[in-house]
C-alpha cells in the first residue's frame, strides 16, 4: 500500500512536472544598433514559419473588407528577424505601433521575442506598468494559440498515423479470411484428388499415376503455402495490436496535454 501511494505521488510529480508554463519575460536586443526592451516566450512545439504566420493574422486581423483595403504587412528583414510598421493593437494601447519580431529555433521550440514600438518609444522603456502588463498578456494569448496549434497537429498526425495502422490490421483479417477460403476449397479439393487416386489404382497407367501425385503435391504445397502466410498476417497482427494500444495512450496523453495548455 505504501509503495501504491508513493508510486502515484511520484506520477503526480512526474505529470506536474511535465507540464510547459508559458511565460513571458523582458528582455532587451538591438534594434538599430540600440538596446530595446523586448517580450520574450518560448513556446514548446513550435515552428518559425507557423508563428510568424499566426503571428500576422492576429496583428492585422482579416475579413471580408480587408480585400478592398491596403493593410500593413510583415516584412522580412533578415533571417529570424520581421518588422510590421502602422498597426494598431486595442488590447495594448490605442497608439499606432511598429513591431519588431525576432524568432530563435532551439531543440524542441522557438524563442519568440517581439518589441513594440509607440510613437513614445518602445514599450518596457517607460515605467507604464499597465501597459506592460497588457503587452505581455497579449503575447501569452498568443503563445498559448501557437502551442495549441502545434500540439493540434501532434494529434492529428498520431491519429492519421493510428487509423493507417487499424487499416493494416483490417487488412491482414481480410486477407486471412480470403486465405482460409482457399484453403478449405484446397483441402476439399485434395481430398477429392485423393480419393479419386484410391479408386483408380487399378485403372491408372504408372505415367498418369505420377501426373495426380503430382497434382496432389501441387495442392499440398499451396495448402502449406497459405497456413504459412496466415501464420505470418496473425504474428504481424500481435505486433500491430501492440503498436495500436501504445499508439492509443499516446494520442490520450496529447489530449491531455493539449486540454492542460492555458
Not at 502515484?8 to 526592451?37: C, H, R, W
Not at 494598431?88 to 522557438?110: G, H, M, N
Not at 487499416?167 to 481430398?191: C, F, I, P, Q
Not at 498418369?208 to 501441387?218: A, C, D, S, V, W
Amino acid at each position: 500500500m505504501k509503495y501504491f501511494i508513493f508510486s502515484v505521488l511520484l506520477f503526480g510529480t512526474l505529470y506536474i512536472n511535465a507540464q510547459e508554463n508559458i511565460e513571458v519575460k523582458m528582455s532587451e536586443l538591438a534594434i538599430d544598433s540600440l538596446m530595446q526592451p523586448a517580450f520574450v516566450v518560448e513556446i514548446p512545439q513550435a515552428d518559425d514559419k507557423t508563428a510568424i504566420k499566426m503571428w500576422e493574422d492576429q496583428l492585422v486581423p482579416k475579413n471580408l473588407l480587408s480585400t478592398f483595403k491596403k493593410l500593413p504587412s510583415m516584412e522580412k528583414e533578415d533571417k529570424g528577424k520581421w518588422q510590421i510598421n502602422g498597426i494598431v493593437i486595442d488590447e495594448i494601447c490605442p497608439d499606432t505601433l511598429t513591431v519588431f519580431t525576432r524568432i530563435t529555433s532551439l531543440k524542441d521550440r522557438i524563442s519568440f521575442a517581439a518589441l513594440f514600438k509607440t510613437p513614445a518609444g518602445f514599450i518596457g522603456s517607460n515605467e507604464n506598468n499597465q501597459m506592460e502588463q497588457r503587452t505581455s498578456a497579449y503575447l501569452r494569448s498568443y503563445a498559448v494559440q501557437v502551442y495549441k496549434e502545434a500540439v493540434q497537429k501532434e494529434l492529428d498526425d498520431l491519429e492519421k498515423e493510428l487509423k493507417k495502422m487499424e487499416n493494416n490490421y483490417s487488412g491482414y483479417d481480410k486477407d486471412n479470411r480470403k486465405l482460409e477460403r482457399k484453403s478449405t476449397e484446397g483441402e476439399s479439393a485434395l481430398k477429392t484428388m485423393n480419393a479419386s487416386v484410391e479408386t483408380s489404382t487399378s485403372v491408372l497407367t504408372e505415367e498418369q499415376m505420377k501426373e495426380k501425385q503430382k497434382e496432389i503435391k501441387k495442392e499440398e504445397k499451396a495448402l502449406k503455402k497459405y497456413t504459412n502466410q496466415m501464420d505470418r498476417n496473425s504474428d504481424k497482427q500481435k505486433k500491430l495490436s501492440k503498436e495500436i494500444k501504445n499508439q492509443e495512450e499516446e494520442i490520450k496523453a496529447t489530449k491531455e496535454k493539449l486540454r492542460n495548455i492555458k
